[in-house]
């Protein structure tokens, strides 16, 4: 209310998975996901294999034979697919994003580093699918770079990174003004994921959110501790119900209770992100 009042009743989400499994596996999964919560719409990674081991072309065709398996499977849900920044060469990026056009993605996410702002207008020219980007920027200036670039069919600020809710209000409305819609990204906690529901629902351009489900891993097929198992903090979390996080009208401030003595044990994890290396020793991009 404090933010104008909300513009829509619920706020659709969407599962963050991140890894890129066997399509069955991702199929089973999907289902009991969507029979608990409701979810219809789903990210992964888009790699299969190790795309600085592998010659490109192999990479492709494993990712593109993949993906037309998963949609086959899938054919009532929808994929974003998440590249994590790793690719360096533009016409890599793009040749990848195309690759994915014939399975209508919900968008191609951030498949290179984002300094460079004017190549990710190049790359946008060259794409058949929507491309989503703004996790690794910090300002409504660099936001509105990359609007006047046309480097982005769809933004994706970072709350807890731009510096909080009146920033992201910035941001939003600069996109809106470009006709660019707000998918905010969100792999942190349940606290994190309230203020973004807030956010969400007085934004008259947002799309969807990104969501985990507090307390569990958010990869499939990989010997993996749970990322957020510290989501105790919160204690009522926002739990998704049709694939949608319901407002609480009748709670004060973010809609949550936090469990104070919990953050005083200093249990949290927090999200990071892993340099990978490539075969000659040498760090790569992510």
């Given amino acids: 209310m404090m933010l104008g009042g909300h513009v829509r009743d619920r706020v659709r989400v969407y599962l963050g998975v991140y890894s890129a499994p066997d399509a069955g596996e991702i199929h089973d999964h999907c289902a009991a996901m969507q029979e608990a919560h409701g979810f219809t719409a789903f990210k992964l990674s888009p790699y299969r294999n190790d795309i600085h081991a592998e010659p490109w072309g192999k990479v492709i065709r494993a990712t593109t034979d993949w993906v037309a398996e998963l949609t086959a499977l899938c054919p009532d849900y929808e994929f974003a697919f998440d590249a994590h920044a790793r690719i360096f060469e533009p016409w890599q990026a793009a040749e990848l994003g195309n690759a994915l056009a014939p399975f209508h993605p919900l968008f191609f996410e951030e498949p290179m580093r984002p300094e460079n702002i004017e190549a990710w207008g190049a790359l946008k020219s060259q794409l058949r699918v929507p491309l989503a980007t703004g996790e690794s920027l910090y300002s409504r200036f660099e936001f509105l770079r990359l609007m006047q670039a046309g480097g ?4 994706q600020p970072d709350i807890c990174a731009v510096g909080g809710l009146l920033e992201m209000r910035k ?27 807030h956010f969400a629902a007085a934004c008259p351009n947002f799309k969807i959110l990104e969501y985990r ?35 609480r009208p009748d709670r004060p401030g973010w809609g949550v209770e936090i469990d104070e003595d919990y953050l005083k044990t200093d249990r949290y994890i ?10 000659d020793g040498s760090t790569a991009y992510t």
């Fill in 213 to 247: 489900l507090p307390g569990t891993s958010a990869f499939l097929g990989r010997d993996l501790a749970p990322v957020d198992e510290a989501a105790g903090y919160v204690r009522d979390p926002y739990m998704p119900v049709d694939g949608y996080l319901e407002l």
């Fill in 270 to 279: 927090h999200w990071e992100r892993k340099l990978p290396i490539r075969p």
């Fill in 152 to 155: 982005a069919d769809i933004i």
């Fill in 171 to 197: 941001i939003a409305a600069i996109a809106e003004a470009f006709y660019v819609p707000v998918a905010p990204h969100n792999p942190m906690g349940p606290l994190a994921t309230a203020v973004n529901l």
